[in-house]
Protein backbone atom coordinates (compact mmCIF):
# COMPACT_ATOMS: atom_id res chain seq x y z
CA UNK A 1 0.00 0.00 0.00
CA UNK A 2 2.93 2.40 0.81
CA UNK A 3 3.89 1.98 -2.50
CA UNK A 4 0.62 3.39 -4.22
CA UNK A 5 1.11 6.65 -1.98
CA UNK A 6 4.64 7.04 -3.94
CA UNK A 7 2.40 6.60 -7.56
CA UNK A 8 1.54 9.84 -9.23
CA UNK A 9 -2.41 9.89 -9.29
CA UNK A 10 -2.08 9.03 -13.58
CA UNK A 11 0.35 6.25 -13.13
CA UNK A 12 -2.65 4.34 -10.80
CA UNK A 13 -5.15 5.20 -12.68
CA UNK A 14 -3.57 3.63 -16.22
CA UNK A 15 -2.69 0.74 -13.97
CA UNK A 16 -6.30 -0.05 -12.86
CA UNK A 17 -8.06 0.72 -16.51
CA UNK A 18 -5.62 -0.86 -18.32
CA UNK A 19 -5.54 -4.10 -16.62
CA UNK A 20 -9.45 -3.73 -15.76
CA UNK A 21 -9.58 -3.28 -19.90
CA UNK A 22 -6.85 -5.70 -20.88
CA UNK A 23 -7.69 -8.32 -17.71
CA UNK A 24 -11.76 -8.95 -19.46
CA UNK A 25 -10.31 -10.06 -23.37
CA UNK A 26 -12.27 -12.90 -23.94
CA UNK A 27 -9.31 -15.00 -25.23
CA UNK A 28 -8.16 -17.41 -21.81
CA UNK A 29 -4.65 -16.61 -21.27
CA UNK A 30 -3.48 -13.69 -23.49
CA UNK A 31 -4.66 -10.94 -20.38
CA UNK A 32 -1.85 -11.87 -18.35
CA UNK A 33 0.28 -11.89 -21.59
CA UNK A 34 -1.28 -8.33 -22.63
CA UNK A 35 -0.80 -7.10 -19.31
CA UNK A 36 2.93 -7.47 -18.74
CA UNK A 37 3.61 -6.07 -22.41
CA UNK A 38 1.19 -3.41 -21.51
CA UNK A 39 3.19 -2.55 -18.26
CA UNK A 40 6.55 -2.72 -19.81
CA UNK A 41 5.43 -0.45 -22.80
CA UNK A 42 3.39 2.00 -20.37
CA UNK A 43 5.96 1.91 -17.66
CA UNK A 44 3.66 1.45 -14.64
CA UNK A 45 4.11 -1.11 -11.27
CA UNK A 46 3.92 -4.62 -13.41
CA UNK A 47 2.50 -6.73 -10.15
CA UNK A 48 0.00 -3.99 -9.86
CA UNK A 49 -1.36 -4.28 -13.16
CA UNK A 50 -1.12 -8.01 -12.86
CA UNK A 51 -3.31 -7.35 -9.34
CA UNK A 52 -5.67 -5.86 -11.05
CA UNK A 53 -5.69 -8.41 -14.01
CA UNK A 54 -6.09 -11.30 -11.79
CA UNK A 55 -9.23 -9.53 -9.74
CA UNK A 56 -10.71 -8.60 -13.28
CA UNK A 57 -10.83 -12.82 -13.95
CA UNK A 58 -14.36 -13.20 -12.48
CA UNK A 59 -15.64 -10.21 -15.18
CA UNK A 60 -14.21 -11.82 -17.86
CA UNK A 61 -16.10 -15.02 -17.29
CA UNK A 62 -19.51 -12.64 -16.95
CA UNK A 63 -18.75 -11.18 -20.12
CA UNK A 64 -17.43 -13.80 -22.63
CA UNK A 65 -21.38 -14.85 -23.36
CA UNK A 66 -22.00 -11.08 -24.06
CA UNK A 67 -19.20 -10.53 -25.66
CA UNK A 68 -19.92 -13.48 -28.22
CA UNK A 69 -23.17 -12.02 -28.59
CA UNK A 70 -22.76 -8.53 -29.70
CA UNK A 71 -20.18 -9.83 -32.28
CA UNK A 72 -22.17 -11.66 -33.74
CA UNK A 73 -25.16 -9.26 -33.96
CA UNK A 74 -21.83 -6.84 -35.06
CA UNK A 75 -21.28 -9.33 -37.99
CA UNK A 76 -25.20 -10.44 -38.40
CA UNK A 77 -24.61 -13.37 -37.67
CA UNK A 78 -27.66 -15.53 -35.99
CA UNK A 79 -28.30 -15.56 -32.64
CA UNK A 80 -27.32 -18.87 -31.90
CA UNK A 81 -23.49 -18.22 -33.40
CA UNK A 82 -21.77 -19.87 -30.40
CA UNK A 83 -24.00 -23.03 -30.35
CA UNK A 84 -22.41 -25.72 -32.04
CA UNK A 85 -24.95 -27.43 -35.05
CA UNK A 86 -23.94 -30.95 -36.07
CA UNK A 87 -21.51 -33.44 -35.29
CA UNK A 88 -18.87 -32.40 -37.59
CA UNK A 89 -15.62 -31.63 -35.62
CA UNK A 90 -14.09 -29.03 -38.10
CA UNK A 91 -17.22 -27.39 -38.51
CA UNK A 92 -17.41 -27.00 -34.85
CA UNK A 93 -13.70 -25.92 -34.60
CA UNK A 94 -14.84 -23.32 -36.96
CA UNK A 95 -17.98 -21.83 -35.29
CA UNK A 96 -15.60 -21.94 -32.36
CA UNK A 97 -12.90 -19.54 -33.85
CA UNK A 98 -15.96 -17.16 -35.68
CA UNK A 99 -17.43 -16.64 -31.97
CA UNK A 100 -14.10 -16.18 -30.57
CA UNK A 101 -13.07 -13.67 -33.43
CA UNK A 102 -16.74 -12.24 -32.79
CA UNK A 103 -16.00 -12.11 -29.00
CA UNK A 104 -12.62 -10.06 -29.62
CA UNK A 105 -14.02 -7.48 -31.98
CA UNK A 106 -16.94 -7.01 -29.72
CA UNK A 107 -14.25 -6.68 -26.37
CA UNK A 108 -12.19 -3.92 -28.47
CA UNK A 109 -15.70 -1.96 -29.55
CA UNK A 110 -17.29 -1.85 -26.22
CA UNK A 111 -13.72 -2.02 -23.51
CA UNK A 112 -11.32 0.60 -25.64
CA UNK A 113 -13.81 3.55 -25.24
CA UNK A 114 -15.10 1.97 -21.67
CA UNK A 115 -11.32 2.05 -20.92
CA UNK A 116 -10.33 5.58 -21.41
CA UNK A 117 -13.93 7.00 -20.09
CA UNK A 118 -12.80 4.87 -16.52
CA UNK A 119 -9.13 6.43 -17.24
CA UNK A 120 -10.38 9.82 -17.07
CA UNK A 121 -12.76 8.81 -14.04
CA UNK A 122 -10.10 7.64 -12.05
CA UNK A 123 -7.91 10.45 -12.33
CA UNK A 124 -10.69 12.52 -11.28
CA UNK A 125 -11.71 10.73 -8.37
CA UNK A 126 -7.94 10.06 -6.82
CA UNK A 127 -6.86 13.92 -7.81
CA UNK A 128 -10.24 15.08 -5.51
CA UNK A 129 -8.98 12.21 -2.85
CA UNK A 130 -5.60 13.36 -2.89
CA UNK A 131 -6.32 17.06 -2.74
CA UNK A 132 -8.68 16.32 0.57
CA UNK A 133 -5.82 14.22 2.46
CA UNK A 134 -3.38 17.47 1.60
CA UNK A 135 -5.84 19.44 3.08
CA UNK A 136 -5.44 17.19 6.15
CA UNK A 137 -1.85 17.01 6.04
CA UNK A 138 -1.60 21.02 5.23
CA UNK A 139 -4.04 21.53 8.57
CA UNK A 140 -1.93 19.01 10.46
CA UNK A 141 1.59 20.36 9.58
CA UNK A 142 0.55 23.64 10.34
CA UNK A 143 -0.70 22.74 13.49
CA UNK A 144 2.15 20.69 14.40
CA UNK A 145 4.43 23.83 15.41
CA UNK A 146 2.32 25.70 17.54
CA UNK A 147 2.07 22.34 19.70
CA UNK A 148 6.10 21.90 19.66
CA UNK A 149 8.30 23.18 22.29
CA UNK A 150 10.34 24.86 19.88
CA UNK A 151 13.66 26.48 21.22
CA UNK A 152 13.91 24.61 24.63
CA UNK A 153 16.53 22.46 25.51
CA UNK A 154 15.86 21.60 28.92
CA UNK A 155 13.05 19.59 27.83
CA UNK A 156 10.21 21.51 28.20
CA UNK A 157 11.15 22.10 32.20
CA UNK A 158 11.02 25.12 33.77
CA UNK A 159 13.09 26.53 36.70
Known amino acids: MLAFRKMPVESIARCVAVGLVLGVCPVYGCPTIFC ?10 LPAIQLVNYLAFPLQLA ?13 RGDRGSAVIHGSYAWQAVGVLVTS ?6 AWFCVCLPAGLLLYVFLVCILRAIGRKQNGYAQRFFEWLPQRLPVGRCDGGASG
Not at 36 to 45: G, T
Not at 63 to 75: M, S
Request: charged share 5%; aromatic share 10%; proline share 3%.
Open 63 to 75: LLIPFIRLGGWLF
Open 100 to 105: GLHAIV
Open 36 to 45: AVAAILLRVN
